[in-house]
């Protein structure tokens, strides 16, 4: 067993902080 | 405040209170009063730490940050989700593998008695002295608004956490928490829906954007490297990262939420709810201030949100100046006004940048406004908080919120004073139970061990109602706590890694380099304190954690035999 296991709801939830801080961005640019 | 908000009020907060304790009643052993009975679903978790995070100071005063200084305080909280992503990894699968009831219990396993014994008495120090706070901070500010009186209100804050607390342990935290949530929301989306609903008609969202953006309040991301600028992407990366971790992985108060997790899965379910929740739930709650900016772009908004400072001035010989600034701001207001419908039916970017400048003259005003403030209190010797942003938002909820939802949103803010106050009793009564109490007695029965823990509980309560109680007299007790804080976070995740990462380092050497850190740590505090170096508080996590990881490992190089067990 390795001894720590990566998981896909990490990727998913770190991908979904990765969307949030790109619509961020838009934000600052667009206001 | 009108009958029908102190009904919904008083009927919210005792509604959770009785039905937390009824659900949670019964605890026969330890591991049902201190874990849960480890029955607590992912949702659950999910929940739990969210609440513990979100004290009352959350709802108040984040709302006047945006107000005052725009979206990009949301920096701060880039770093939770990589902090939850290596919990889930590292810090839970060994707290589950080893049935710890306590995070401190592992660094006896790992390291030894005296390092265990010395990581839970940082915890309680610095968590006992948060806990009162956590009811004192918005007493205070309920107290100077509404007119209630603070000791009484500390005190039923108190009182009612303990009563579920002590009854239930961590069974009825998190059965309260999860209600507490519900009300929190629910007031929280219902107040943002009013906000809108109270600008002008033809004000859109968009336009409401527009016209905070205009002065500034819609820059959510700041790439620059100044490091006197405490919010920006790199901070909240880098030092929210070793942040969130200490505070996810080694304080109890929320360490304590995810061991009562049914499984190891659903206690990473649950953190990981917590990454992709948090960002969001914390950008909504600054575009609730950012709206309630907006609002007071078309509204009248007092020089100064504290109605008590208010009162100071008026009553001294600075009344007149303070009087004249105010005329101004009138003034001021009715050019923007007109500014603003211009602004909104032609988007002349010459418009945005005249906005801005009138707001900074607002600014301004509002700043010489707090000087008189700060001249009156002096002169009449009364401790006054000119800064008003922990006001902005419950002003705007008494003077503009209809009669029923005042008392819903009084709800919310309370709601949350508990929560975070009742994880913080339940884990202080855990670690003096399992850390300090179990450690240095004869063994005793199940029965007993629930009974300590329920004493510890209620006395740490207690503790906790003194620290709000005296809070108010002693001058810098808030800041005080949270220096303490940053003080020992990085040391202590320092000793955690340590366990996690670096095998050949033992015990002996981590204890001399963990005491020799916190030495160095309050030196680069004070010489940041005076001006010597330029080290904001945040990044004393990161020096703190590094600083003992260098050290314990160098001692442990020069010194390969000293490891000790107890």
């Known amino acids: ?31 | 405040m009108q009958t029908l908000d102190w009904i919904v009020l008083i009927g919210t907060l005792l509604l959770i209170v009785i039905y937390g304790t009824y659900q949670s009643r019964g605890s026969k052993n330890v591991k049902d009063y201190l874990k849960g009975g480890n029955t607590s679903k992912w949702w659950t978790i999910g929940l739990s730490v969210m609440a513990t995070q979100a004290s009352a100071i959350t709802f108040l005063s984040t709302p006047g940050q945006a107000f005052n200084d725009g979206m990009g305080f949301v920096q701060f909280y880039f770093g939770l989700p990589i902090a939850m992503v290596v919990i889930c990894m590292v810090f839970i699968p060994l707290y589950h593998r080893l049935k710890v009831y306590t995070a401190y219990e592992f660094l006896e396993n790992r390291f030894d008695l005296k390092t265990r014994t010395l990581a839970a008495i940082l915890f309680l120090i610095q968590r006992g002295l948060a806990a009162g706070i956590t009811i004192f901070a918005p007493a205070i500010i309920l107290s100077a608004v509404l007119g209630w009186n603070l000791l009484l209100l500390n005190i039923i804050i108190g009182v009612l956490v303990i009563i579920y607390t002590v009854s239930g342990g961590t069974k009825a935290v998190n059965v309260t928490q999860k209600h507490q949530m519900v009300v929190i929301f629910t007031g929280m989306i219902i107040a943002f829906v009013i906000i809108l609903n109270k600008l002008p008609e033809d004000i859109t969202f968009t336009k409401a954007l527009e016209i905070a953006g205009a002065s500034g309040k819609m820059e959510v991301l700041d790439f620059s490297f100044d490091f006197n600028n405490r919010y920006t992407v790199w901070s909240g990366l880098i030092g929210g990262t070793f942040l969130m971790l200490s505070y996810f992985g080694t304080d109890q108060s929320q360490v304590q939420r995810y061991l009562s997790g049914k499984s190891l899965k659903e206690m990473q379910i649950g953190m990981m709810f917590n990454g992709l929740l948090k960002v969001p739930m914390q950008f909504f709650i600054l575009m609730v201030g950012v709206m309630v900016f907006v609002f007071y772009q078309f509204n009248n908004a007092p020089l100064n949100f504290n109605p008590a400072a208010t009162e100071i001035v008026q009553t001294s010989e600075f009344a007149q100046d303070y009087n004249d600034i105010q005329s101004q701001q009138e003034l001021l207001f009715k050019e923007k006004q007109a500014l603003i419908e211009s602004l909104v039916s032609n988007d002349d970017i010459r418009n945005s940048e005249k906005l801005a400048l009138l707001n900074f003259e607002n600014e301004k005003l509002r700043s010489d406004a707090r000087t008189l403030i700060e001249k009156a209190g002096t002169q009449q010797n009364i401790k006054v908080e000119s800064n008003d942003k922990d006001y902005v938002f419950i002003h705007f909820i008494l003077t503009n919120l209809p009669k029923g939802l005042i008392g819903l949103l009084l709800a919310v803010i309370l709601s949350a004073a508990m929560s975070s106050t009742s994880s913080e009793l339940n884990a202080l009564a855990s670690t003096t139970t399992m850390d300090l109490y179990k450690r240095n007695t004869s063994e005793k029965s199940e029965t007993e061990m629930v009974k300590a823990s329920k004493w510890f509980t209620l006395a740490w309560g207690m503790i906790a109602i003194g620290v709000a109680c005296v809070a108010n007299l002693a001058e810098n007790l808030i800041q005080l706590v949270n220096i303490i804080g940053s003080i020992f976070y990085g040391n202590v995740l320092g000793i955690f890694l340590l366990g996690f990462f670096f095998k050949f380092v033992k015990g002996n050497a981590v204890f001399t380099a963990a005491l020799i850190t916190q030495v160095l740590v309050i030196g680069l505090f004070f010489l940041n304190q005076y001006e010597i170096i330029n080290l904001p508080f945040l990044w004393l996590n990161f020096v703190g954690c590094a600083i003992v990881i260098a050290i314990a490992c160098l001692l442990q190089y020069l010194n390969p035999n000293t490891h000790a067990r107890a």
Do not use: E, P, S
Request: proline letters at 0%.
């Open chain 1, 1 to 31: 067993m390795k001894k720590y296991q990566w998981n896909k709801m990490y990727t998913l939830v770190l991908a979904a902080n990765v969307i949030y801080i790109i619509v961020f961005y838009f934000i600052t640019k667009a206001f």
